[in-house]
């Protein structure tokens, strides 16, 4: 805190002091609030639903079933996120579908939520020790009934942790949505630099405000670890 402190007063001294720090700090927080936090949990659940489809359809006997599924986290996994942004809102276009920014932000990270995350469920899956599916059938359940009444409940306790990581990161990741207009934090401090040219300054307290979120959320992670971890050991 005390280099940080240090930091901020050598920012803002060179910069146009702290007044400019102070004014700006709220249009940026009102973005995280209106544009990023909602961006993100809304594309993180939907991809949640997603990775949970798709890494169901990885495990499936079929090969039609399976060849789809691969083919889309093969495909997302494969491009970059920035990549797939821009086909969305600019490319969607050219076929006469048009979608506003903050939609394409929601579709594009969920289709990257989905991919990644079904990989982390499917390893949760794979994870679980054969005789569980074994003692699901030997009390008469079905596949599908031993999969959602033993199988993922195991699976979701494995899977916290890594999912965790993916949530945070995609709370930076937001930040690719500026690049189509949306409003959200980083595309706020950008409007703030070009009017002000204190670039470093902006720059430097949306790095913050990032870090301050992404920080309280570790936080949560930390804690639900624990909890997981004494829920285990009983």
């Known amino acids: 805190m005390y280099l940080l402190n240090n930091l901020l007063m050598t920012i803002t001294a060179d910069m146009g ?9 709220l249009p940026m927080i009102t973005g995280g609030i209106k544009y990023t936090i909602p961006l993100t949990l809304i594309a993180f659940t939907a991809g949640l639903i997603l990775a949970l489809l798709t890494a169901v359809m990885r495990l499936s006997g079929s090969r039609l079933v399976r060849a789809p599924a691969i083919a889309y986290v093969s495909a997302i996994r ?17 076929l006469n579908v048009t979608i506003d920014p903050f939609p394409s932000a929601i579709i594009a990270f969920s289709l990257n939520v989905g991919a990644y995350a079904s990989e982390i469920i499917r390893a949760s899956i794979l994870s679980i020790p054969k005789g569980q599916w074994e003692a699901g059938y030997t009390v008469g359940m ?14 979701a306790r494995v899977s916290i942790p890594p999912l965790s990581n993916t949530f945070i990161s995609l709370v930076k990741d937001t930040s690719l949505a500026s690049l189509i207009l949306v409003t959200e934090l980083f595309r706020r401090a950008q409007e703030i630099a070009a009017r002000t040219y204190d670039f470093m300054l902006i720059y430097v307290e949306a790095a913050i405000l990032y870090w301050v979120i992404c920080f309280l959320l570790s936080l949560a992670q930390e804690a639900i670890e ?8 009983r």
């Open 142 to 155: 079905t596949h599908n009934t031993a999969l959602r009444r033993i199988i993922l409940p195991q699976a």
């Open 17 to 25: 002091g702290w007044e400019l720090f102070k004014n700006s700090l």
């Open 226 to 233: 624990r909890r997981l971890a004494r829920y285990t050991a």
């Open 78 to 94: 494969g491009t970059p996120m920035l990549v797939q942004l821009f086909i969305v809102f600019y490319g969607l276009p050219s």
